[in-house]
Structures are given as C-alpha cells and as structure tokens.
C-alpha cells in the first residue's frame, strides 16, 4: 500500500497520463469513478477503436523506481508468450510499454493494461471446482518460473528482509518484533535454495489477483508488480490463507485438500515445503507490518473522516501483528 498522502484520487493527473494512450475522451468521467487506490493508483479508461477497457497504473518514483516497472513487464512478457494468462500491456501512443511523467504534481510511473475476463475470486462463488483452479493456476506459474532465465533480475529475499530491517529501524518497533525479525531470518538461513523450491514468485496470489471467467471456465492473473525470488511455499501460503474470501460450498479443511490438488497437478509440493509453511507465515507478517509503518509514517493533513479511519484500522491492524509475533514467541 502507498503512503497515506498518496491515497487521495487526482482525476487531473489521470487525465494528463490518459493523454499518452489511445483513450476514448468521451468515457473518461464515466470510466473515472471506478478508480482505486492501493499500491498503485489504478484509473480506468475506454480505447478509442476497439472499446476495450484498460487499466492505466501510476505510482509517484518515491514508493517504486522505473526500473521495477521494467522488470513486471519483462516478466508478464515472458509468461504471455508461453501462453499463461497474465494481464496484458497495452502500449503508448509511442509504442512504448511504460514510461515516467513529470507533472505539476510529482513525478510518476505510467504503465497500462487491459482488464482480464471475468470476475475476481474474492466476488465469485467459490465451489470446490474453483478453489482447485485456483491451485492449479498457481502451480503453472511456479511451473514456468522454474524455467525463467532471468530471475537474478528481481529483487530476492534478501533484498526483502533489508527493506524490512530498514523500515524497522526508520521508523522505529519494539524489542518483540526485532527479535521475530533475528529469529525468522536465522531459519530461512536453514531452508533449501535449489530451482524446485526456490524462485520467482507472485507474491500476492490473492483471490483479488486471480479473476475467473465462467463462460470459458478459465483463470487469468494480474498485478505482478509484488513478484521476487523467493521460496515458492511463500506463494503457496498467502493463496491458502486466503481461501476463507473464495470458498462457499466447501468447507475451510476440504478446500485446502482442493487447492493442493490443483497445485500438485501442474507441478511438486513436498512434504519439506509443507513443513515450512509456518515459517512463511511469519515472513508475511514481518512484512505486513514493515508496510503498515512505512505507511503511517507521514501525517496527513486535515484528513478526510475515511482516512481517519482507515489509519485508525491500521494502527489497531499494526496492533495484533505485534501481538501474533509476542505470543508465537510464548507458545
């Protein structure tokens, strides 16, 4: 998520980017007001021939270099060709698939992208059917991964626990949280690296990023901005956890044995990767909470009552992270 000061819609500065792609003008106001903002700020717009609707993305260059953008779509290219059902880039008037702008309002990345078919999970009925596509989509990008020539290209765990360390100590955390910090990296020290258990991942498989088309009865997956070497378990664990905003007709237990299912089709999960699950659930918390001060650290304001709330919701969620770490310190 962006900081605070960032999650304030700018339908100015939507406008003058829209301007770099072959937007139909006469649907923007219309289009404008599904927009969200999260780790990007997303507008949506219509194109001017084909209709097709896009999904123009910016992020000022103080939260995500020009370089990363690069890098996703590198890697959503790569995936594409080899017929796995990412999002799409769309180009720029110029051709180009991203870029940087330079506005009264900062400087931003720009890329853009078409919207996949069909609804995300979090907003489809989860059957039994569902939940173990969901594993197998997942399982065929690890798949592929374990095949991507250029994974040294993104950031790896390391650089991830240095970011976390880093904001740790920018912004300062109690003496429970530096300690689950020294004890999670002491174990990671302990996990195998081989090319079956470790490289790129997703890192944000969540049913929000997976869309499911009922007519073709097929996934497609977007928002690869988040992907890292990492263990594939990482993945694995943040798809599993949250299974409670898919699942409707299977219970919690049944949907889990499904989602492996489907996994397990398209490529291996050992009993060693399984084991290390608890670990990766530790890792996600770390990371949660490194986000969530990263994005309270700058007071806004005269902040809106839904900003008060949600900073009040982030704080008290900053809360249970520290004390989920206390406890499986005293179990």
């Not at 065929?140 to 020539?149: C, F, I, N, Q, T």
């Not at 489907?262 to 770390?286: D, H, N, W």
Request: charged share 30%; net charge negative.
């Amino acid at each position: 998520m962006l900081k605070l000061k960032y999650l304030f819609e700018n339908f100015d500065l939507a406008r003058e980017c829209m301007e770099l792609y072959e937007c139909d003008t006469d649907s923007v106001d219309e289009m404008l007001r599904y927009f969200r903002i999260s780790s990007n700020a997303i507008y949506p717009f219509r194109l001017k021939k084909e209709g097709r609707i896009c999904f123009l993305r910016l992020s000022p260059v103080e939260e995500k270099t020009l370089a990363d953008v690069e890098s996703e779509i590198d890697l959503i290219n790569w995936l594409i060709e080899r017929d796995f059902p990412a999002m799409r880039p769309v180009p720029m008037k110029t051709g180009k698939l991203f870029g940087q702008i330079h506005t009264e309002w900062g400087t931003y990345n720009v890329s853009c992208f078409e919207k996949v078919a069909g609804n995300s999970l979090e907003d489809t009925k989860g059957t039994r059917q569902i939940v173990q596509g969901y594993g197998k989509t997942l399982g065929e990008l690890h798949a592929l991964m374990k095949e991507y020539p250029h994974s040294e290209e993104r950031r790896n765990h390391k650089m991830f626990l240095c970011e976390i360390e880093e904001r740790m100590k920018e912004y300062g955390t109690s003496e429970i949280v530096r300690r689950e910090f020294g004890e999670v990296c002491k174990e990671l020290e302990k996990l195998p690296m081989s090319a079956s258990d470790y490289g790129v991942i997703h890192y944000d498989f969540e049913p929000d990023n997976v869309f499911y088309d009922d007519k073709e009865e097929s996934f497609s997956v977007i928002d690869f901005d988040d992907a890292m070497c990492c263990w594939y378990a990482l993945d694995v664990v943040r798809a599993i956890d949250a299974l409670d905003e898919v699942i409707e007709d299977v219970n919690r237990e049944e949907a889990i044995l499904c989602f492996f299912e489907g996994y397990r089709s398209a490529t291996t999960f050992t009993k060693e990767q399984l084991q290390s699950l608890p670990l990766m659930r530790r890792i996600v918390c770390l990371q949660e909470y490194a986000t969530l001060l990263h994005v309270l650290s700058e007071s806004v304001e005269n902040m809106p009552e839904w900003m008060n709330n949600l900073s009040q919701k982030l704080k008290f969620k900053l809360h249970r992270l520290e004390e989920s770490m206390d406890k499986g310190m005293t179990d």
